[in-house]
């Protein structure tokens, strides 16, 4: 290969300077008559030739290969009915035709699984940078056209773009979108999903407009059921019920058709709604002041979440004095108000040291144990009086408290202690400084409490004099008691004798009385660490726990031991296989999860399409082809020749040759030596100056 080349001595802004100048020079002289201009201007050509540098450029041309782009979709709509037959198939045809080309190289790109979905834009760009654009003779994708990165597509591609598309002509699915659906909730306040059933492809006329019977379940729980036809939004109100996550899953049975649809992934989806309370609303009844009473109200008060109502009784109906009721500073208790007509706008009562005096009426308390029955929760933080006739084990309310006393006080001090319950307990679990056994750390003591005889089913957790039980807890009906028999729980927070843990303490006692999902003593929880990797743990009062069974998104199930990993509590760690819905159980408790997306992004549609890619094989002139006619023939052809076509063997689709070389051993010769160019620049400036008369007529003379 030989070529003309230059190596300028000056920039070439300087050379081209030079060469304007020169010609201005010779038009000048043109212009004002003068002969010899040419000469003149050829002259000052010739020096900026010259400053340019021209040489001969000679080397050896190395012919390059073409390149081939072949994408192969395994991404998971892949794997849908006879997909992966056709791309095994496409694939190594393909490969075998463009291995028999010569000069002619393939890069298979390989586009896999991703939990953002099939990425073909993304995987597409990459391998069309890394390849030099001279090269590149053509690309072939063999996918079924579900891109969700569509504009991450190159703008344009140096090679015809051909798309062969997997699938079936007459393949058709139902799905269920979920348009809008909301991540928090207040509990027990409905919330709105909006929704809808959507028919794709070529729909069986059985089926087309036919209703989709809808299933609502929420935290694994049937919820409700209905009807609703493809096409048609739908605002599907759904009650969070408890805090923390509460997963609804909504889905629809597969239709029952001749042609089945391509997949029931996408028939169901699972959305996680966080649960949060809007705020709590305590009640505190204070039947006395004493040195605790700011205890409760301080922690309740605390906390900018809890909306607290707190009523001390100064004033018993069997106190007697003189001083008329119109000139006391107090506040009526509105006793109907409270417990007969809003009793149930409270999450939490609290009785501290309480006395029966008459001020509730029977029937109050009677509404209070129906007030529980139903959801509700009680806290009793008994002093001496939980002894006496004035006890609120002798009132109505008895019926529900987790111990009877026994009119027995102990006037000592004492040191309170975990039972073993309260080891495993999750309200007791883990108090900071608890004592441990072998070891001489202690709480500090507290002076007095009454005896109690805890009912069969409560939880003794806490234990104080001659072990006698200090905190009780109990389920009654649907709701929750819990109670303390002893009033000195301040002495902790004035730091008697070391004090303890006395807000964390109560603030978990009110919690778990307020259903508080972190202090279920019976849970069995799923946090995800990072992916589909999950913390599977089961909270338990017994002593082991039974293996859990995980039932995944396609009906498989298998077994997972949980060592321990501290009373009370048992994990394991696990890896989910894919996205989806999950169903763990024990036989005891069961428990719904979703990992990755509310749908697995690959199944939401599945219908093969070309409208991702579409654009780019219509601009860069090529083809779309459904490999369900059969894998097409390839040819060569040359650039701005069609590259598609039909033929009688069927189908043929071309790449284009691009003829791309590289150089090798370049010699670089210049045109002439600087005495040339020296000597050529002089002749033809004497040339010019001979030219003007003066010089031919002198030399004509002599």
Do not use: C
């Amino acid at each position: 290969m030989t070529g003309l080349g230059f190596d300028p001595l000056l920039p070439w802004s300087l050379v081209a300077a030079v060469a304007g100048i020169a010609l201005l020079i010779a038009l000048w002289s043109l212009w004002r008559g003068l002969r010899g201009w040419a000469w003149r201007g050829l002259g000052g050509l010739a020096a900026a030739a010259a400053l340019a540098g021209p040489a001969l450029e000679s080397g050896i041309r190395n012919k390059l290969s073409d390149i081939v782009i072949l994408l192969d979709d395994r991404s998971a709509s892949q794997s849908l009915p006879g997909r992966t037959e056709q791309t095994d198939a496409a694939i190594g045809q393909l490969t075998r035709q463009l291995s028999a080309l010569p000069d002619t190289e393939i890069r298979r790109v390989t586009v896999a699984d991703d939990p953002d979905g099939t990425l073909i834009g993304a995987a597409l760009s990459r391998a069309l940078a890394a390849e030099p654009q001279a090269r590149v003779a053509g690309l072939i994708a063999v996918t079924d056209g579900l891109a969700h990165d569509a504009p991450l597509l190159p703008i344009d591609a140096p090679a015809p773009v051909h798309l062969l598309k997997t699938g079936q002509p007459g393949d058709w699915d139902r799905r269920l979108v979920i348009e809008e659906a909301p991540a928090y909730g207040l509990i027990d306040q409905p919330v709105t999903i909006r929704l809808r059933v959507e028919d794709q492809g070529a729909v069986p006329p059985e089926i087309a407009g036919t209703p989709a019977r809808l299933h609502v379940l929420v935290d694994g729980e049937e919820d409700r059921s209905l009807d609703l036809p493809p096409g048609v939004p739908l605002d599907l109100p759904v009650v969070p019920e408890h805090a923390g996550q509460n997963v609804v899953s909504i889905g629809f049975d597969a239709p029952d058709a001749a042609v089945p649809e391509l997949t029931d992934r996408n028939n169901a989806v699972a959305l996680q709604i966080q649960g949060v309370r809007d705020r709590l609303r305590v009640l505190l009844v204070s039947g006395e002041p004493h040195a605790g009473e700011r205890t409760w109200r301080n922690l309740l008060k605390s906390d900018a979440n809890v909306d607290l109502i707190h009523f001390t009784i100064l004033r018993p109906p069997d106190k007697m004095d003189a001083v008329p009721v119109d000139e006391m500073s107090l506040i009526a208790f509105p006793t109907q108000e409270l417990f007969m007509e809003r009793i149930r706008d409270f999450d939490l009562i609290i009785f501290d040291r309480y006395r029966v005096r008459g001020i509730l009426m029977p029937q109050y308390f009677d509404n209070i144990r129906r007030y529980v029955e139903e959801g509700g929760a009680v806290l009793v933080s008994a002093g001496p009086e939980m002894s006496t006739v004035e006890s609120l084990n002798l009132s109505p309310m008895g019926m529900i408290l987790p111990g009877r006393p026994t009119g027995r006080i102990f006037e000592e001090p004492f040191l309170p202690r975990l039972t073993e319950e309260g080891l495993r307990h999750p309200v007791t679990a883990g108090l900071s400084g608890a004592p441990t056994e072998g070891s001489e750390t202690h709480w500090g003591r507290w002076l007095r409490m009454s005896q109690v005889i805890p009912n069969p089913r409560a939880q003794v957790v806490m234990t104080g004099a001659g072990d006698e039980p200090l905190l009780i807890m109990d389920r009654v009906g649907k709701g929750r008691v819990a109670m303390l028999t002893s009033d000195q729980v301040w002495l902790w927070g004035r730091g008697f004798e070391g004090g303890g843990p006395q807000l964390e303490l109560l603030r978990r006692i009110a919690h778990w009385s307020m259903k508080e999902p972190e202090l279920e003593e019976e849970a069995l929880l799923a946090d995800v660490a990072s992916g589909l990797t999950v913390t599977i743990t089961r909270r338990t009062m017994a002593e082991r726990a039974k293996p859990v069974r995980i039932t995944g998104p396609d009906g498989t199930t298998r077994t997972l031991d949980l060592t321990e990993a501290g009373p009370g509590r048992f994990t394991a760690r696990w890896t989910a296989p894919e996205p989806g819905l999950y169903r763990l159980t024990d036989g005891e408790i069961t428990r719904v999860m979703a990992l990755g997306p509310a749908a697995p992004r690959e199944f939401e549609e599945t219908v093969a399409t070309s409208s991702a890619l579409g654009p780019l094989v219509e601009k860069t002139r090529g083809a779309v082809l459904d490999l369900s006619a059969g894998i097409p023939d390839l040819r060569t052809v040359r650039e701005g020749r069609p590259a598609h076509g039909r033929g009688v063997a069927g189908d043929w689709i071309a790449i284009t040759p691009r003829g791309a070389a590289s150089t090798s051993g370049i010699t670089h010769q210049p045109i002439l030596p600087p005495w040339g160019w020296l000597l050529l620049v002089a002749g033809l400036a004497l040339a010019g100056w001979l030219s003007e008369g003066r010089g031919w007529s002198g030399i004509r003379r002599a």
